[in-house]
């Protein structure tokens, strides 16, 4: 069985982009929560910090999506790459 590359890309960059975001709004509302999620994102990606803005919440909302995203197309090819070979 083959996995559709757009679709585990799509897929894969909502989820990791949604985690970053929902994280980052939370904290937004009570600082303590998540910090050290945030600032290891924020080490991760270049312009993206954790000052607790809105802005730097769609920066690394923006960043997870087209992280995410790649991440799960090169999954599917791979994944497409291995299954497809003969067995045995």
Do not use: C, E
């Not at 069985?1 to 990791?16: C, D, E, F, P, V």
């Not at 270049?46 to 090169?74: M, Q």
Request: glycine share 18%.
């Amino acid at each position: 069985m083959r996995l559709s590359l757009k679709g585990l890309a799509i897929t894969s960059g909502l989820l990791w982009g949604g985690g970053i975001l929902f994280v980052g709004l939370i904290n937004l509302a009570a600082p303590s929560y998540g910090t050290t999620f945030l600032n290891w994102t924020s080490s991760i990606y270049p312009g993206y910090h954790n000052s607790r803005t809105v802005i730097d919440v769609f920066v690394g909302t923006g960043y997870g999506l087209v992280d995410g995203a790649v991440g799960g197309l090169l999954f599917g090819w791979l994944y497409n790459l291995l299954a497809s070979q003969p067995k045995g």
